[in-house]
């Protein structure tokens, strides 16, 4: 059975770093019928697809626009992990952060995280 | 990217009741259609995905149907535990894109 674990920050200032971390347990990140997802939740956005890291003989990234220029998903194989970071936040980025594992080209989302509500607040 | 719209936002139903939900692409994305139910508090939960196809370990009164551009999911007897939110997503293309969810009430 497939679990991802979230930690991190709950506060974030304006203007600083949001990161946070998935633990994978029941399956490896370099797997290759994976991808790995950061998705965020806001009740005026809905639910909104940050990006995801994914393994194909190499690492490969993909993002959405509206957060390319500040975002990093990164694995870490040694601790079967990945991670989410999200530079010079504004209090637009205050939402529920999910991280995700989906079936690559399929794309649906089977795994998902218990969820960490970030709040951008000085 | 690919707009997903989901009608209606919310509905009104009662136990046992047959509920449909519809959720239209901005273009086709052939079979490429999933289904989840958030309940309050809790993460999204896959129910179906390729359009029709039940994730393991759904019941089976939940269904979907449709391809290109319009889709339908069908709960059939509404049980107690589905008072929640429920969003499409379209997989057909980066960037990954979900409906606006339609709440299902009491």
């Known amino acids: 059975q497939v679990q991802l674990q979230q930690s991190g920050p709950g506060l974030v200032r304006p203007s600083q770093t949001l990161s946070l971390t998935c633990a994978v347990s029941?399956?490896?990140?370099?797997?290759?019928?994976?991808?790995w997802n950061w998705i965020r939740q806001t009740p005026s956005r809905g639910l909104e697809w940050l990006g995801r890291?994914?393994?194909?003989?190499?690492?490969?990234?993909e993002y959405a626009d509206s957060v390319k220029s500040r975002i990093t998903i990164k694995p870490d194989t040694s601790k079967n992990q990945f991670s989410l970071r999200l530079d010079s936040v504004t209090l637009e980025d205050s939402a529920i952060y999910y991280c995700?594992?989906?079936?690559?080209?399929?794309?649906?989302?089977?795994?998902w995280g218990q969820g960490t509500q970030v709040t951008v607040s000085s | 990217d690919i707009q997903m719209t989901q009608s209606p936002s919310s509905l009104s139903a009662s136990v046992g009741d047959r509920v449909t939900i519809t959720c239209r692409a901005s273009?086709?994305?052939?079979?490429?259609l999933n289904w989840y139910r958030q309940r309050p508090g809790q993460a999204p939960n896959l129910l179906i995905y390729?359009?029709?196809t039940l994730q393991s370990g759904v019941p089976s009164r939940f269904s979907g149907s449709g391809s290109g551009t319009d889709f339908t999911l069908t709960i059939n007897g509404l049980q107690p535990e589905d008072f929640a939110t429920y969003y499409c997503?379209?997989?057909?293309?980066?960037?990954?894109?979900f409906g606006g969810g339609t709440k299902v009430e009491t």
């Open positions: 390729a359009a029709y």
């Open positions: 890291t994914y393994y194909r003989y190499q690492w490969y990234n």
């Open positions: 997503q379209q997989s057909h293309s980066i960037p990954l894109t």
């Open positions: 995700v594992k989906s079936r690559f080209i399929n794309n649906w989302f089977d795994y």
């Open positions: 029941g399956d490896s990140v370099s797997s290759s019928t994976a991808a």
């Open positions: 273009q086709s994305i052939s079979a490429y």
